[in-house]
């Protein structure tokens, strides 16, 4: 049977998603361990491959087994096995054919800044600390030409090797609550960095280094130079992922 796995993690110990050689990474340690527990040879495939530092609170990953343990039940049983910054939320079978990025999704992302003028150490891993004053009215403002569907060739790593770099951003959210500074953004697929460009790039309207409506002429130019820095990865958490066709699994 092929079993949907939904992955909360925080990054911070380790390289990412993706198997590496010779580095720990969250893929590697549920192959262990889903190894170990089942007694057979797994291999996950992610949905996301979130690179180092990087946290979820929904990745999705499927393998599959010949087990006779019930798919509902696995969630349980790899937990006791999982390091305590690794934990399944869910686990329920799925169809033979169910591929994580083959199905149409919606996949949602969220950057954590702290605003303010030291540090707060509860708070070091899981958002990027910015001391200078940003005016969230500007991210907003900015951020608006940034939804639909657009070719994001700016917005993306030069290493990237996706064959289209056009992709559709469903909704884009900047909220601010006390310290904490929230963009919340929603697209159809992300490409290598483009999460973490565009929250540098919104970076920079907030705190007056672009007017907010140079994004529309960032996006136009199709290079990456064009655009802001990449914003540290500690900053950013995968939300979750919704499947067109599989909205009642694994809720």
Known sequence: MRVKLIVAYDGTRYHGWQLQPNNVTIESVLNQALSELLGEEIFVTGASRTDAGVHSRGNVAVFDTDTKIPAEKISYALNQRLPEDIVVQDSCEVPKDFHPRRINSKKTYEYRILNRKFPDPARRLDTYFYHHSLDVEKMREASFYLVGEHD????????????????????????????????????????????????????????????????????????????????????????????????SVCL
């Open 152 to 247: 994001f060739k700016s917005f993306c790593s030069v290493k990237t090797a996706a064959e289209t770099t056009v992709r559709t951003i469903y909704g884009l959210e900047v909220t601010r609550q006390e310290d904490i500074i929230k963009i919340r953004i929603t697209g159809s697929g992300f490409l290598y960095n483009m999460v973490r460009i565009i929250a540098g790039t919104l970076i920079q309207a907030g705190g007056g280094k672009i007017e907010p409506e140079a994004v529309k002429e960032i996006l136009q130019a199709k290079d990456r130079s064009a655009a802001g820095p990449t914003a540290p990865a500690h900053g950013l958490t995968m939300l979750g992922i919704e499947y067109e066709q599989m909205k």
